[in-house]
Nanobody, 120 residues
Framework: QVQLVESGGNLVQPGGSLRLSCAAS????????MGWSRQAPGKQRELVAR???????NYADSVKGRFTISRDSAKNTVYLQMNGLKPEDTAVYYC??????????????WGQGTQVTVSS
């Protein structure tokens, strides 16, 4: 009943930029926070960035100053602008939403993931 659809993953050279998008759709009552996590091969999933309903944000130390999370509340969409990409940013990036559905049940929802590869 709730779907998160990511887009924007691609192959990019070191130092390059990408913009990821994630649109939430379905029977959504309210969104408390949306964010991005990533998982590289052989590693645990880690939080990259998160934006809360009030507009506050937080970032992993490894991406501070390079990545920017933003949102379009009217479209239930969150973006991740990634600049200065490094090979260690290579991972599958997953969108996440902490939201309440029409049944007033609050839960975490995840997208299917989008691959970001940073390589020359």
């Amino acid at each position: 009943q709730v779907q998160l659809v990511e887009s924007g993953g691609n192959l990019v050279q070191p130092g390059g930029s990408l913009r990821l998008s994630c649109a939430a759709s379905g029977r959504i009552f309210t969104i408390y926070a949306m964010g991005w996590s990533r998982q590289a091969p052989g590693k645990q999933r880690e939080l990259v960035a998160r934006i809360f309903s009030g507009g506050s944000t937080n970032y992993a130390d490894s991406v501070k100053g390079r990545f920017t999370i933003s949102r379009d509340s009217a479209k239930n969409t969150v973006y991740l602008q990634m600049n200065g990409l490094k090979p260690e940013d290579t991972a599958v990036y997953y969108c996440n939403a902490d939201l309440e559905n029409w049944a007033r049940r609050r839960d975490d929802y995840w997208g299917q993931g989008t691959q970001v590869t940073v390589s020359s």
